[in-house]
Protein backbone atom coordinates (compact mmCIF):
# COMPACT_ATOMS: atom_id res chain seq x y z
CA UNK A 1 0.00 0.00 0.00
CA UNK A 2 1.30 3.58 -1.02
CA UNK A 3 0.62 6.44 1.71
CA UNK A 4 1.11 10.05 0.07
CA UNK A 5 1.61 13.16 2.62
CA UNK A 6 1.58 16.66 0.89
CA UNK A 7 2.62 19.48 2.65
CA UNK A 8 3.16 23.34 1.47
CA UNK A 9 0.15 24.85 0.99
CA UNK A 10 -0.65 28.24 1.83
CA UNK A 11 -1.79 31.63 1.05
CA UNK A 12 -0.02 33.37 -1.58
CA UNK A 13 -0.42 36.80 -3.63
CA UNK A 14 -1.06 37.16 -7.24
CA UNK A 15 2.68 36.46 -8.92
CA UNK A 16 4.17 34.72 -6.27
CA UNK A 17 4.84 31.38 -6.11
CA UNK A 18 4.61 28.05 -3.88
CA UNK A 19 6.37 24.40 -3.35
CA UNK A 20 3.55 21.88 -3.27
CA UNK A 21 5.53 18.63 -2.04
CA UNK A 22 4.11 15.04 -1.77
CA UNK A 23 6.01 12.65 0.76
CA UNK A 24 5.16 8.98 -0.69
CA UNK A 25 6.23 5.79 1.57
CA UNK A 26 7.22 3.20 1.39
CA UNK A 27 9.05 4.28 -1.79
CA UNK A 28 9.08 6.41 -4.87
CA UNK A 29 10.32 3.43 -6.53
CA UNK A 30 8.72 1.31 -9.04
CA UNK A 31 5.79 3.68 -9.12
CA UNK A 32 5.29 4.46 -12.95
CA UNK A 33 3.01 7.05 -12.55
CA UNK A 34 3.06 9.97 -9.87
CA UNK A 35 0.61 13.02 -10.25
CA UNK A 36 -0.88 15.97 -9.07
CA UNK A 37 -4.29 17.06 -9.18
CA UNK A 38 -6.63 19.92 -7.61
CA UNK A 39 -10.12 20.65 -6.97
CA UNK A 40 -11.28 24.41 -7.54
CA UNK A 41 -14.46 25.66 -5.80
CA UNK A 42 -17.40 24.55 -7.77
CA UNK A 43 -15.56 22.20 -10.35
CA UNK A 44 -14.47 19.09 -10.95
CA UNK A 45 -10.83 17.38 -9.66
CA UNK A 46 -8.66 17.70 -12.96
CA UNK A 47 -5.03 16.79 -13.16
CA UNK A 48 -2.58 19.65 -13.54
CA UNK A 49 1.01 17.90 -13.83
CA UNK A 50 2.48 14.18 -14.17
CA UNK A 51 5.42 12.85 -13.97
CA UNK A 52 6.48 8.82 -15.58
CA UNK A 53 8.73 6.62 -14.44
CA UNK A 54 10.87 7.71 -17.58
CA UNK A 55 10.67 11.37 -15.81
CA UNK A 56 8.75 12.36 -18.89
CA UNK A 57 6.21 15.04 -17.95
CA UNK A 58 2.42 16.31 -18.84
CA UNK A 59 1.37 19.90 -17.88
CA UNK A 60 -2.18 21.38 -17.87
CA UNK A 61 -2.35 23.70 -20.34
CA UNK A 62 -3.07 26.17 -18.51
CA UNK A 63 -0.34 25.83 -16.01
CA UNK A 64 2.35 24.54 -18.56
CA UNK A 65 5.03 26.92 -18.13
CA UNK A 66 4.43 28.09 -15.07
CA UNK A 67 4.10 24.67 -12.84
CA UNK A 68 7.11 21.84 -12.84
CA UNK A 69 6.50 18.44 -11.46
CA UNK A 70 9.63 16.79 -10.33
CA UNK A 71 10.37 13.86 -7.88
CA UNK A 72 13.15 12.97 -5.18
CA UNK A 73 14.51 9.53 -5.72
CA UNK A 74 16.66 10.54 -2.37
CA UNK A 75 13.59 11.60 -0.21
CA UNK A 76 10.96 9.91 -1.68
CA UNK A 77 9.01 13.19 -2.58
CA UNK A 78 7.24 14.66 -5.83
CA UNK A 79 7.19 18.08 -5.67
CA UNK A 80 5.04 20.49 -7.60
CA UNK A 81 6.88 23.95 -8.08
CA UNK A 82 3.95 27.14 -8.67
CA UNK A 83 5.07 30.31 -10.15
CA UNK A 84 3.28 33.24 -11.87
CA UNK A 85 0.17 32.14 -9.33
CA UNK A 86 -3.15 33.67 -10.40
CA UNK A 87 -5.89 33.56 -8.57
CA UNK A 88 -7.74 30.47 -10.66
CA UNK A 89 -4.95 29.15 -8.99
CA UNK A 90 -7.13 28.65 -5.58
CA UNK A 91 -7.60 25.31 -4.87
CA UNK A 92 -6.82 22.09 -2.99
CA UNK A 93 -3.94 20.25 -4.59
CA UNK A 94 -3.91 16.67 -4.50
CA UNK A 95 -0.99 14.13 -4.73
CA UNK A 96 -1.76 11.30 -6.46
CA UNK A 97 -0.21 7.67 -7.30
CA UNK A 98 -1.01 4.53 -9.42
CA UNK A 99 0.44 1.00 -9.34
CA UNK A 100 -0.46 -2.06 -10.20
CA UNK A 101 -2.05 -2.41 -6.88
CA UNK A 102 -4.01 0.45 -7.28
CA UNK A 103 -4.76 4.56 -7.06
CA UNK A 104 -3.82 6.28 -4.48
CA UNK A 105 -4.74 9.92 -3.20
CA UNK A 106 -2.95 12.14 -0.33
CA UNK A 107 -5.09 14.16 1.84
CA UNK A 108 -5.00 17.61 -0.29
CA UNK A 109 -3.37 20.62 0.81
CA UNK A 110 -5.38 24.32 0.45
CA UNK A 111 -3.44 26.28 -1.57
CA UNK A 112 -5.15 29.94 -1.73
CA UNK A 113 -4.26 32.89 -3.70
CA UNK A 114 -5.27 36.39 -2.82
CA UNK A 115 -4.35 39.87 -3.02
Known amino acids: QVQLVESGGGSVQPGGSLRLSCKVS????????LGWYRQRPGQERERVAS???????VYLDSVNGRFTISKNMDENTVDLHMASLKFEDTAVYYCNSRTIYGIYWGQGTQVTIAS
Open 26 to 33: PTIRNINF
Open 51 to 57: ILGDGST
